[in-house]
């Protein structure tokens, strides 16, 4: 079974450029989350999506960060303009859940690293 | 709101030893308690999941514990190797899907 695929692995770019990211979940994950993790810091939720519907974005920084799902299955996501601070690891990861409670392993993917200069 | 906290930052310890991470979180109304591992420029990989209504699990050299009461795991790892070098990250999850992360504990086995 083919795990979580994201692209590119490593980006980057100059403070006010933008960038997108790409992943593609394990097939049949009906759940899809895109995370945040700084240097030295466990990773933190941007958002989750449940088919292709949102189910949390309530850490998602909308003024510059979008992600879509359009056909419920691979996902982008989306910063513009990009600040110092976005520099991160961006991780997707996916599970079978769709619903709340339900107890689905989420699995990762091996993440993008982006250097904002 | 839910915090998670890991300690220690990082540990380093000789090849063989016995060793334990802690992870302490605030809410004690999670739905489970997820410990993975962190290998340089790699995902996260999953070691155990424990269920809120379990005390513990195990899977090999590792064994985690949870005492919801006191918002409280451990994981300890037995004869410790230096394939086991790697950072371990804590995650508490609640009844949305939602995890918490702890800031993660960095460990080095020296050979």
């Known amino acids: 079974e083919a795990g979580v695929a994201q692209s590119p692995r490593y980006k980057i770019i100059e403070k006010r450029q933008s960038v997108a990211f790409w992943c593609n979940p394990i097939s049949g994950h009906a759940t899809l989350y895109w995370y945040q993790q700084i240097l030295g810091q466990g990773p933190k939720l941007l958002i989750q999506f449940q088919n292709n519907g949102v189910v949390d974005d309530s850490q998602l920084p909308k003024d510059r960060f979008s992600a879509e799902r359009l056909k419920g299955v691979d996902s982008t996501l989306k910063i513009q303009p990009a600040k110092l601070e976005d520099s991160a690891v961006y991780l997707c990861a996916s599970s079978l859940g769709d619903r709340f409670g339900e107890d689905y392993e989420q699995y990762f993917g091996p993440g993008t690293r982006l250097t904002v200069t | 709101k839910q915090e998670v906290t890991q300690i220690p930052a990082a540990l380093s310890v000789p090849e063989g030893e016995n060793l334990v991470l802690n992870c302490s979180f605030t809410?004690?109304?999670?739905?489970?308690l997820q410990w993975f591992r962190q290998d340089p420029g790699k995902g996260l990989t999953s070691l155990l999941l424990i269920q809120s209504s379990q005390r513990e699990q195990t899977s090999g050299r590792l064994n985690a514990s949870l005492d919801k009461s006191s918002g409280r795991s451990t994981l300890y790892i037995a004869a410790s190797q230096p394939g086991d070098s790697a950072t371990y990250l804590c995650a508490v999850r609640g009844n949305t899907g939602k995890l918490i992360f702890g800031q993660g504990t960095t460990l080095q086995v020296k050979p």
């Open positions: 809410d004690s109304a999670i739905y489970n």
